[in-house]
């Protein structure tokens, strides 16, 4: 089988002829192979992410299961004020950049800036006083020489074209992670009153969204509809009354059109397992991350919930991954593919994406053990 084929093998609940391998390399990784300083990537589309994640997965050959791509439309960002970059800082280990609009001949500055390290992935909206930066800045440049990236329909089609038999590549409709920020949180307190409204906005949205995406030439392989640390600032409450309804409308209209639907949510997601597992037709979910920083016992998955969605984890990205050996990444691979592997529904992955100096030879050695002791 071609990856491609093994993914969709495995997400229609059927045996593919081996565990499908996709460690998580989604953005550091990728980065590094291209030896180049990270800001390139990142800041200058030299090369654009998601090129760098198309070349890393043919260059490991695993199963791809791609989500990153940021597809937009037009009339989404219609009215949004005309934003432009500027470099407030520049040394050898950081380039910062802080965005700007003019609003009646008067420049108006972002109260954070955003920092590309040299080699790390950036931070964004890092307020302006952390990195002992003025709110207005004293010198500025602008952004020059940032290679064009479209994220639109056309470019979403060159980077599927790109990625070929190697794996899937989806697109995201909505998130199951609404509040991501103490802010967020506060702004959720503070008005009660406004919660089923945002709930049936996010409906809505969703809904729009969803047809936006059809409308494409090319389509997704797959319907993400996931968030990173769905519950870290949400409680199950939240998720439930805030992202949930919308969750489920996108989930429903993919079945609907025969694409899976894909949740990536990293921290604890043992409850959220349960709750797409028994309440809506999601087709997989990853990473299932093992305490402390997540809940999730594979085994008990698998036991609970696993011949109903398609289950995609767990080896630890710091101690089997980066600081592990090549033995004992294949034990640990081998424990993974005993605990969940049983009657298919499963995808060998990391538990959230792989550090920055991962040895290649690991990364190998988990997608050699799917290859061969995953065998079915």
């Known amino acids: 089988m071609t990856s ?9 609940g059927r045996i593919p002829d081996c565990v499908p391998v996709c460690p998580d390399i989604s953005n550091m990784v990728p980065a590094r192979l291209t030896g180049r300083p990270f800001w390139d990537i990142y800041l200058y589309n030299n090369p654009p992410l998601m090129d760098a ?25 219609a009215g949004a004020a005309p934003w432009e970059r500027f470099i407030v800082r520049r040394t050898p280990t950081a380039i910062t950049t802080q965005s700007s609009y003019v609003d009646g001949g008067r420049r108006v500055w972002s109260p954070t ?13 890092v307020p302006c006083a952390k990195v002992e930066l003025p709110a207005e ?55 009660p009153d406004k919660h089923e409204q945002w709930a049936e906005e996010r409906v809505r949205w969703a ?41 489920k409308r996108a989930i429903e209209l993919a079945t609907a059109a025969g694409l899976p639907a894909h949740i990536h949510s990293c921290g604890p997601e043992r409850e959220l397992v349960r709750v797409m597992a028994e309440e809506t037709s999601l087709s997989v979910i990853d990473p299932l991350e093992i305490p402390p920083m997540g809940d999730c016992d594979l085994a008990e998955l698998k036991r609970l919930w696993g011949d109903r969605i398609t289950l995609k984890g767990n080896l630890h990205t710091t101690e089997v991954m980066l600081r592990g050996r090549a033995e004992d990444v294949v034990r640990a691979a081998k424990r993974a593919i005993d605990d969940a592997a049983a009657g298919g529904r499963f995808i060998l992955s990391t538990g959230d994406q792989c550090g920055r100096d991962t040895p290649d030879e690991n990364i190998r050695a988990m997608i050699e053990t799917a290859r061969t002791y995953g065998r079915y």
């Not at 491609?4 to 229609?12: F, G, H, M, P, T």
């Not at 800036?113 to 909206?125: E, I, L, Q, R």
């Not at 609404?178 to 506060?186: E, H, K, R």
């Not at 090319?218 to 949400?234: E, H, N, Y």
Request: proline letters at 8%; charged letters at 20%; hydrophobic letters at 45%.
């Open 4 to 12: 491609r084929e093994r993914l969709q093998c495995v997400l229609s």
């Open 137 to 191: 800045p004293t010198w500025f440049e602008p952004v020059e020489g940032v290679r064009p990236f479209d994220t639109g329909p056309t470019g979403f089609a060159r980077i599927k074209q790109r990625m070929g038999d190697r794996g899937l590549v989806g697109a995201y409709v909505t998130y199951s992670s609404v509040l991501g920020s103490p802010d967020a949180i506060y702004h959720y307190l503070d008005n």
């Open 53 to 77: 994640y198309v070349d890393a997965a043919h260059h490991f050959g695993f199963d791809s299961v791609m989500d990153l791509f940021p597809l937009t439309f037009p009339e989404e960002t």
């Open 207 to 247: 809904e729009a969204r969803f047809a936006r995406v059809m409308a494409m030439a090319v389509k997704p392989d797959f319907i993400a509809v996931g968030g990173s640390g769905t519950l870290v600032f949400q409680t199950l409450k939240i998720f439930r009354q805030l992202a949930l309804p919308a969750v």
């Open 113 to 125: 800036v955003d920092v590309y390290p040299v080699a790390d992935p950036p931070t964004f909206g």
